[in-house]
C-alpha cells in the first residue's frame, strides 16, 4: 500500500516494502522538486555569495545563489533566475558542473550546479531578504581551508567551485566521483 501527502514545497510518500526475509518494512520518502545553485565568478574574478535567512536552521546562512526548479524551466534557466533575483548578475558564460542526489536515503530530486563565469550587474536588485558577498577567489580558498565556511555553504558545491578554479587536489577528488 502506497500513501502521498502533499505540503507544497515537498510531499510524503508512505510504502510498504517486503524485505529478503518476507517482513514488511513501511517507508517514507520526500518528493521533492530539484534545485539548482551557480557558483558565480564576476567579471573582475569575484565570488557572488549570499546571505540570508534559513527557517529551517533558525538562522542566517551565507550560500551560492540557488532555489528549487520550476517545473516548465531548464535547470539551467531555474539557475540563471535565482542569481539574478539574488545577487542582480547576469552573464552568458554558463556551464553545469554537475548534479547530484542531495539526500538519496530520503529523497528522490536532483540538485544541479552551474558555474558563471565573466557574471555583471544588471539593473535588477537583489530580492529583499538577500545580502550580496562578493569574495574573492583568494579568499574564498582560504576560508575553505580553514574551515571557516564548512557549516554555511553546501560542501559538493564548494568542491566544485574549486575544482572550476583549477585545485589539482580537488580536480583529482572531482574526476574521482564526477568522472
Known amino acids: 500500500m502506497s500513501e502521498t501527502h502533499d505540503f507544497g514545497v515537498f510531499a510524503v510518500r508512505a510504502f510498504d516494502v ?3 526475509d518476507g517482513k514488511t ?3 517514507k520518502t520526500l518528493l521533492c522538486p530539484d534545485w539548482v545553485n551557480a557558483i558565480v565568478f564576476t567579471t573582475d574574478g569575484k565570488l557572488a555569495l549570499v546571505r540570508q535567512y534559513r527557517h529551517g ?3 542566517y546562512t551565507v550560500e ?3 532555489g528549487i526548479a520550476e517545473k516548465n524551466n531548464s535547470p539551467l534557466d531555474d539557475a540563471k533566475l535565482e542569481v539574478l533575483e539574488e545577487t542582480g548578475f547576469v552573464s552568458e558564460n554558463w556551464q553545469l558542473a554537475g548534479r547530484y542526489r542531495p539526500n538519496p536515503a530520503l529523497q528522490n530530486n536532483w540538485c544541479y550546479t552551474y558555474v558563471c563565469h565573466s557574471a555583471y550587474r544588471s539593473d535588477t536588485h537583489p530580492e529583499s531578504g538577500c545580502e550580496l558577498i562578493l569574495a574573492s577567489a583568494l579568499t574564498f580558498r582560504a576560508e575553505w581551508k580553514q574551515l ?3 557549516h554555511s555553504l553546501m560542501t559538493t558545491s564548494m568542491i566544485l567551485a574549486l575544482q572550476m ?4 587536489h580537488v580536480q583529482n577528488l572531482c574526476n574521482l566521483f564526477f568522472g
Open 148 to 150: 571557516l565556511l564548512q
Open 18 to 20: 517486503i524485505g529478503d
Open 25 to 27: 518494512a513501511r517507508f
Open 64 to 66: 551560492f545563489p540557488g
Open 57 to 59: 536552521i533558525g538562522d
Open 165 to 168: 578554479q583549477g585545485d589539482s
